[in-house]
């Protein structure tokens, strides 16, 4: 295999990174409030704290491994431009969320000109209509923001308390948009179980020490559970055919 495009990719990874860490320090704070803040500290903060080491290096080094998945396993298929564009706000939104427990509207918009690129070649492809396609993009956004506000509001009964944020509904609701009804199913199994990997620890700490933070941003799991559905669909479909085979 050639590696040159390879290491192209990983370069062009990296200055994405970098690019993105620009645009987190500098944007307007603003965004990274709740509707009803109005307090800019705690949002400059967080941009700042944005560093080379671990934050941005950590950017780079993950825009360059989505760049180099994207050429190895998409490679030149017309859906990776777009592909890797989707990856950028979906890189930002993990920043905000993890950093501020905020996932900017800018960045949720910011996805879907991806969404419709990947209209575009479905319909270019035949598979299915262009009508058909958009219909079908549609419903899976809107079942999967649904049900994920079901999820929070069934939890919020539960624990008489707030249990999942609009950011996340409107970002499960973006990403059903781009990933499509088919893949909707995959999209939501990973998002909770990558999520799970995490939240477990976390409440097991807060059975030993109470006053522990128990909140989880939930934003990150979606935005990478769209990410590897995006990359990786072949080959996790070929994993659940293969459980399926293995199960039965």
Same mark, same amino acid.
């Given at each position: 295999m050639d590696v040159g495009p390879l290491i192209t990719m990983i370069i062009? *990874?990296?200055?994405?990174? /970098?690019?993105?860490? =620009?645009?987190?320090?500098?944007?307007?704070?603003?965004?990274? #409030?709740d509707y009803q803040d109005a307090n800019l500290s705690v949002?400059?903060?967080?941009?700042?704290?944005?560093?080379?080491?671990?934050?941005?290096?950590?950017?780079?080094?993950?825009?360059?491994?989505?760049f180099a998945t994207g050429w190895l396993f998409l490679g030149?298929?017309?859906?990776?431009?777009?592909?890797?564009?989707?990856?950028?706000?979906?890189?930002?939104?993990?920043?905000?969320?993890l950093k501020t427990r905020i996932i900017p509207d800018q960045f949720?918009?910011?996805?879907?000109?991806? *969404?419709?690129?990947?209209? /575009?070649?479905?319909? =270019?492809?035949?598979?299915?209509?262009?009508?058909?396609?958009? #219909?079908?993009r549609l419903l899976a956004g809107l079942l999967g923001g649904f049900l994920?506000?079901?999820c929070g509001w069934?939890?919020?009964?539960?624990?008489h308390r707030e249990a999942m944020g609009m950011g996340d509904v409107k970002l499960l609701a973006a990403c059903g948009f781009l990933t499509g009804l088919s893949e909707l199913p995959y999209l939501i199994f990973l998002a909770f179980i990558t999520a799970a990997?995490?939240?477990i620890p976390l409440l097991i700490r807060r059975i030993w020490r109470p006053n522990s933070d128990p909140e989880l941003a939930f934003g990150p799991y979606i935005a990478l559970a769209t990410m590897l559905v995006l990359l990786l669909s072949r080959q996790i479909h070929d994993l659940w055919a293969l459980y399926l085979s293995l199960a039965l």
């Amino acid at each position: 295999m050639d590696v040159g495009p390879l290491i192209t990719m990983i370069i062009a *990874g990296f200055a994405a990174g /970098a690019f993105l860490a =620009f645009i987190f320090r500098h944007m307007p704070a603003v965004w990274l #409030l709740d509707y009803q803040d109005a307090n800019l500290s705690v949002a400059k903060q967080a941009q700042r704290n944005l560093t080379f080491f671990p934050g941005i290096l950590l950017l780079m080094l993950g825009d360059g491994l989505i760049f180099a998945t994207g050429w190895l396993f998409l490679g030149s298929a017309s859906a990776m431009p777009a592909v890797l564009y989707i990856a950028q706000p979906l890189l930002l939104i993990i920043v905000s969320d993890l950093k501020t427990r905020i996932i900017p509207d800018q960045f949720v918009l910011a996805l879907l000109p991806g *969404g419709i690129f990947l209209w /575009a070649v479905d319909g =270019f492809a035949g598979k299915p209509s262009w009508g058909t396609s958009i #219909l079908l993009r549609l419903l899976a956004g809107l079942l999967g923001g649904f049900l994920l506000y079901l999820c929070g509001w069934a939890a919020e009964k539960i624990m008489h308390r707030e249990a999942m944020g609009m950011g996340d509904v409107k970002l499960l609701a973006a990403c059903g948009f781009l990933t499509g009804l088919s893949e909707l199913p995959y999209l939501i199994f990973l998002a909770f179980i990558t999520a799970a990997v995490v939240a477990i620890p976390l409440l097991i700490r807060r059975i030993w020490r109470p006053n522990s933070d128990p909140e989880l941003a939930f934003g990150p799991y979606i935005a990478l559970a769209t990410m590897l559905v995006l990359l990786l669909s072949r080959q996790i479909h070929d994993l659940w055919a293969l459980y399926l085979s293995l199960a039965l």
